[in-house]
């Protein structure tokens, strides 16, 4: 069984950081591309970060210099550290493995993130 567990959002002041975790089970996570996705209130959800089974990344314009996106092979986790947060982060992030060729990709649940003024 697939499963992706979000963990580390929560309320934070504007300018503020926080770290979220992604640990996933039941899939070979070393061979996969990670990503961090969210959907802000009212929006679709949007591509963040990806990081590639080797390491190579890639941020959206919105993130770049603020946002750093790692993974622990080893744990099976991949993190996103969110700096300088702005109001506008607010939203549910979600983690997802990227599909091998001819393979499915899967979901985490989501977190929230929320960030005050």
């Known amino acids: 069984q697939v499963q992706l567990v979000e963990s580390g959002g929560g309320l934070v002041q504007a300018g503020g950081s926080l770290r979220l975790s992604c640990a996933a089970s039941g899939i070979s996570f070393n061979i996969r591309a990670m990503a961090w996705y969210r959907q802000p209130p009212g929006k679709q959800r949007e591509l963040v970060a990806t990081i590639s089974k080797g390491g190579g990344t890639y941020y959206a314009g919105f993130v770049k210099g603020r946002f750093i996106i790692s993974r622990d092979n080893a744990k099976n986790t991949v993190y996103l550290g969110m700096n300088s947060l702005k109001p506008e982060d607010t939203a549910v992030y979600y983690c997802?493995?990227?599909?091998?060729?001819?393979?499915?990709?899967?979901w985490g649940q989501g977190t929230q993130v929320t960030v005050s003024s």
């Open positions: 997802k493995a990227e599909p091998v060729v001819g393979g499915l990709g899967y």
